[in-house]
């Protein structure tokens, strides 16, 4: 089966700081991995994926996600937080069933960035 | 360019009644989605189409639900005698040609309708 686990349901951490938002996954077969931002009253919207290649991937506003193959993780970074990245976080993972493919996201972790 | 459209973004209905949701896709995007998703919790798979057919409709919790996408693009979900624990928003996403492109498995999503069964 197919399944994400974002261990945290909240994070809060001091503007300028480095952030880190936790991700494992559970997948048979070569995981696609994906990190969406969800703010108030708007729809997801794309961050990054992990597919192949470099196990660290750059996506949109500065966050990046390093896949972990040993430790089943994806967790996303960002150097030096903004206030404008307080939001909600869900990680997501691409299975595959066999009559098409389905997106498996997590609860999802409300990051709060205090000035 | 337009984006994932949802229409109404909040409806309000009475238990048993039956509600349309309807989901406009990103002009060219052949994969769409539907995601269910209640207060606390991520999205919930539903189903997905590919071009005109349901490639995949195993998220449907029961016969209650129907989704359609008659020419491959507007899809419209459909539940009948709606139930209160029916209430959440409900998701629509949209992803360019399935195998192509450098959006290959990104979705698009809309700002989702939120229903409320009384």
């Known amino acids: 089966a197919q399944s994400v686990a974002q261990p945290e349901d909240q994070v809060n951490v001091a503007e300028g700081n480095p952030l880190t938002v936790k991700c494992t996954y559970s997948?048979?077969?070569?995981?696609?991995l994906f990190w969406y931002v969800q703010y108030p009253n708007r729809g997801l919207q794309f961050l990054l994926k992990y597919i192949t290649g470099d196990n660290l991937v750059k996506g949109s506003y500065g966050f990046e996600a390093e896949f972990n193959k040993s430790q089943t993780s994806f967790h996303l970074k960002k150097p030096s937080a903004l206030v404008s990245d307080s939001a909600l976080y869900f990680c997501a993972v691409r299975g595959s069933t066999p009559t098409g493919n389905q997106f498996y996201f997590g609860t999802g972790t409300s990051l709060t960035v205090i000035p | 360019g337009a984006g994932v459209s949802q229409t109404p973004s909040n409806k309000v209905t009475e238990k048993g009644k039956y509600v349309e949701l309807r989901c406009d896709p990103i002009s060219g995007h052949t994969a769409l989605y539907w995601y269910r998703q209640s207060l606390g919790q991520g999205p919930e798979f539903l189903i997905y189409?590919?071009?005109?057919?349901?490639?995949?409709d195993s998220g449907l919790p029961n016969d209650r639900f129907f989704a359609v996408r008659p020419e491959g693009s507007v899809s419209t979900l459909k539940i009948q005698r709606t139930e209160r624990g029916d209430s959440a928003v409900y998701l629509c996403?949209?992803?360019?040609?399935?195998?192509?492109?450098?959006?290959?498995?990104?979705?698009?999503f809309g700002p989702g309708t939120r229903l409320t069964v009384l």
């Open positions: 189409f590919q071009g005109t057919g349901a490639a995949d």
């Open positions: 996403a949209s992803s360019p040609q399935f195998n192509r492109g450098p959006s290959y498995n990104e979705q698009f």
């Open positions: 997948v048979s077969g070569n995981p696609y």
